[in-house]
DNA sequence: CGCCCCTTTGAATCTAATCAAAAGCTGTGG
DNA sequence: CCACAGCTTTTGATTAGATTCAAAGGGGCG
């Protein structure tokens, strides 16, 4: 874990775009230094307070959860961060959290202190509702990955999980390509869905073959992206894109 | 769905206790009006903007989503409120949800509208933060969700469910007793758990032969918590209850 | 080089879904 | 009052989907 000062202006990305550029202008003086991390780090843990939260830059980060005791036990990711997603905002107002959060690839955060956010709060309370709607968004992409979790075969689940993450990944108006970075093992592709590695690599042969999508060291390359949408009858409403 | 005046003030039940009580004292005489619905009724509809809370008082209601088009098109619960629970305090920062709300049983709801909250929060800042954090532990429970989902087979599941509900329905303080009246049909306990009716049948019956728990006509009696707890790996912690 | 993790494939097993059918309960209308 | 419709519960039989076990090949790193 490296932490070193931030030199250069902030982009705002990713669903930084949910802030008006005015408020982002006000917010982004507030991150002062820069976090780096290394693929499989854990970034911070269950239970323990925290007094400041993460905008994540650039990788992918996971909230995971463990389940059973010693031995024997799972876990699982219930979350995954993309660039422009705050990793732990939630951390503001609850101070800790109830899951780990980890490094899934090598990673770079922006931190920002709960004081910096209070301040910024109290200048301008309006700040507090946009805030606290990028927390719910999270709701919402958690609710949905329940009813993944719930309503969806093996292949409908994976497509469903790349359709949403290459959505978030292009939100905020970056050119839609067709090769995106996700750079996730099959283990843990198989961890967000509740699918062991094993049946991961089936899917995606299956994915491969159907000329929907290949998935090569980590790079989603989509061919078919209508077909994509169709298997994972995915619907972006729940991220509440600006234009939607 | 019924509508009528207010008589009598609410008392400050389940996950109300979140809440100082003068925190509440301020909140409650926003409650203006209640609302009875019938089972089965669906209470708002995703999409539908919303001027108004509402805070359930008694009975059970839960969060559906649907997937999939018209032809065979599935449904899941993403979340179960209890009395005490604000159903759609998400609807105050985002004014339109992603999903449906359906009443599981008759039930009651009183009403707030987001007017009123938002004169409570700008008298006293401090209360969004308050509020903030209910929506917080709503997500929580919807990352438990998609865990439970995710990495449980299907007799876990159940007995996981059930432990939440129950300790939900018990925060708060009311003697902690072993008989629950859920009122929830066996499909709508597959609709939570992600399995079928029929499964939950079975599963229920393991229960049942295992003295863990009886399950008869929406009552879920408790006979070995102890036993239920352990079969369910259940930690309450991401509940965020006020003695953790 | 050797170790470890990831990927890939095959075979056997297991869990839960689906199909089917009967019994119990509730409320409605004749 | 009883008959009937509709829903929930229950059980059995069959099938489908995913896990687990096993083993081999690939790539990166110390």
Redesign the interface.
Known sequence: MLEFKKTAPLAQIGMMHQLSAPHWAQLEPGFTTLRECTAGEVISE??QPLDHSLLLVDGIVG?R?K???KQGA???L??LQVPGDFVDL?AY??KVL??DIVAITDVQMAVISHERVKSV??DQ?EF??QL??L??V???I???????????RALQRVANLFAELITRMDAGGAAVTSSYALNLSQPHIG????LSGVHINRVLRTLREANCCTYVKGELVVQDRAALNLIA?FDP??L?LPGS
């Open positions: 269950r239970g909230r959860i389940v059973g005791r799972r876990h699982h219930v979350a939630h107002p609850l109830d899951h709060i109290d309370p507090t509702r606290w709607s927390t719910l999270d709701a919402a958690h609710r949905h990955w329940a009813l993944r979790n719930g309503t969806m961890d967000a869905c509740g009858e409403d729940y509440y």
